[in-house]
C-alpha cells in the first residue's frame, strides 16, 4: 500500500508507523511527495498529518527534520518550527540564521517560522533582513517574516507600510494592505477600509481585511457591510467558494435577517441572495469543493431563498444616489430608466460607465447620454469605451 495513504489513512497501526519511519529515517523522498500532495488533500487531512509527524518526534530524532526544509509547505512549517524550538531551543538558532541566509526561499519561510517561536531578544540582528523579506514575492516567506516583525514590534517596517497606502500604484496599496493585515494591526483599520472604497483591487482588499477583524464585528458597521458586499462580489473568481466556512457567512446572514434592516444590509442580503442561488444552480462553480463547502453553500442558499425580494429591494434603494459607498451595487437592482439616468451626472467615472452599460443592456442607450458622457470625461480611454457603447 502506498505510505502517503498509510500516513494519511485512518489506520492508527499503519500511520503511525509511517510516521515514525519519516521522523526516525530522514526520509526526505517520502516527504517531498508528501508536500506534491498539498492541492489534492483536504485541510483536516493535512492538519491530521502534521499532528502524527509532531508526535513521531522526540529529543532523539527531531534534527531529522531539518532535512526536510528544502521542501516547503505551509501545511507543516509551523509544527516543524514548533519542533525544531521545543528541542533545539536557542542551541538551534546559529544554524537557523545561516539557513536564512543563505537557504532558498522555501527554507527561509521554515527559517521566519521558527525565528516566531524565538524570543524577541535574540533577534536584533535579523530585523533589517526581515523588513526586505517581509516584500518577498514568495507569500509564505514574506507572511511569516511580518510575523516576526509584528513580534518584535517593528515600528519601521509597520510605518512604511502605512506610508505605501497612499502609493498611486494599485498593487503597492494592495501589498501594503496584507503587509498590515499579517502585521496584525487593528489600529491601521479606517486607513485600509478608505483605499478598498478607492480600489480598483477592492474586492480583493476586502477579502483580506476578516483576517485582521472578524466578520461579526465588522457587519456592526457600514463600512463593514461595504467589506462583506466586495467578498460575496468575489466569490468565485477571486474568492473560493470554500472561504464561506472560514469567514462564518451562514451565521453572518442569520445574524442580519433577525435584525432590524438597513439599505445597506438590505442590499447585501440581495446581493447574497442572488449569489448562492447562482452558486447553487451551476455546478462548475462548486465542482472542486469539498462536501463541507458544497454543503455550507447549500445551507447559505436555502438560508436566503426564503427572503422576500420586494422587502429587500424597496430598502436597498435608500443607496441608489451618486455619494453612497454602495451605489455601485445598488445600481444593478434599478429598474427605471429614469433612476439610471439621474446618475450620469456624476464624477464617479466608474459609475458612469456603468451606468451607460446598464442603459445600453435595457436597450435604453441614447446619443444624447452618451455626447453628456463624453463632456463629463477627459481621458482618452474612457471616451473610446464610451464611443465603443
Known amino acids: 500500500m502506498d505510505l502517503i495513504k498509510k500516513l494519511t489513512g485512518k489506520n492508527p497501526a499503519e500511520y503511525e508507523n509511517v510516521a515514525k519511519c519519516l521522523v526516525d529515517n530522514s526520509d526526505v523522498n517520502l516527504f517531498a511527495k508528501l ?7 483536504f485541510d483536516f487531512v493535512k492538519n491530521n498529518v502534521a ?4 508526535f513521531a518526534c522526540n529529543k532523539d ?12 509547505s505551509p501545511s507543516y512549517d509551523t509544527m516543524i518550527a514548533s519542533v525544531l524550538y521545543e528541542y533545539g531551543s536557542l542551541e538551534l538558532l546559529p544554524a537557523m540564521k545561516e539557513v536564512f541566509l543563505n537557504g532558498s526561499d522555501g527554507e527561509k519561510a521554515y527559517a521566519a517560522k521558527y ?14 533582513l526581515l523588513r526586505t523579506t517581509a516584500i518577498s514575492d514568495f507569500d509564505p516567506l514574506s507572511a511569516n517574516s511580518i510575523e516576526v516583525l509584528a513580534k518584535v514590534g517593528d515600528e519601521i517596517s509597520k510605518n512604511d507600510a502605512i506610508s505605501r497606502l497612499n502609493s498611486e500604484d494599485e498593487f503597492e496599496r494592495y501589498n501594503a494592505v496584507k503587509f498590515l493585515v499579517a502585521y496584525q494591526d487593528k489600529d491601521v483599520l479606517p486607513n485600509i477600509l478608505e483605499v478598498m472604497k478607492k480600489s480598483t483591487l477592492s474586492e480583493n482588499i476586502a477579502s483580506e481585511i476578516p483576517f485582521l477583524v472578524p466578520l461579526e464585528e465588522l457587519i456592526k458597521t457600514e463600512d463593514g457591510i461595504l467589506v462583506l458586499c466586495n467578498i460575496i462580489n468575489a466569490i468565485p473568481e477571486i474568492i473560493s467558494p470554500a472561504a464561506v466556512i472560514d469567514y462564518e457567512l451562514y451565521t453572518i446572514f442569520e445574524g442580519l435577517i433577525k435584525s432590524e434592516l438597513s439599505g445597506a444590509s438590505a442590499l447585501l442580503l440581495r446581493l ?8 447553487c444552480a451551476n455546478e462548475e462553480y462548486l465542482f472542486d469543493c469539498d462536501k463541507n463547502t458544497k454543503d455550507e ?10 427572503i422576500n425580494d420586494n422587502k429587500l429591494k424597496n430598502m436597498l434603494y435608500e443607496e441608489l444616489y451618486d455619494g453612497s459607498d454602495f451605489v455601485l451595487f445598488a445600481v444593478d437592482y434599478a429598474d427605471e430608466i429614469e433612476e439610471l439616468e439621474a446618475l450620469l451626472d456624476t464624477e464617479n467615472k466608474t459609475l458612469l460607465l456603468k451606468v451607460l452599460s446598464l442603459l445600453k443592456s435595457k436597450q435604453a442607450l441614447k446619443d444624447s447620454h452618451k455626447k453628456f458622457a463624453l463632456e463629463m ?7 473610446e469605451i464610451v464611443e465603443a457603447l
Request: hydrophobic share 40%; charged share 25%; aromatic share 14%.
Open 51 to 54: 499532528k502524527r509527524i509532531r
Open 61 to 72: 530524532n527531531y534534527l531529522n527534520l531539518m532535512n526536510f526544509l528544502k521542501y516547503y
Open 377 to 383: 470625461l477627459s481621458e482618452g480611454e474612457l471616451k
Open 35 to 41: 508536500v506534491k500532495q498539498d492541492d489534492f488533500l
Open 115 to 128: 525565528f516566531s517561536f524565538v524570543p524577541k531578544e535574540y533577534l536584533g540582528d535579523l530585523i533589517p
Open 297 to 306: 453553500v447549500n445551507a447559505i442558499n436555502n438560508l436566503l431563498s426564503n
Open 272 to 279: 447574497a441572495k442572488d449569489k448562492f442561488a447562482e452558486l
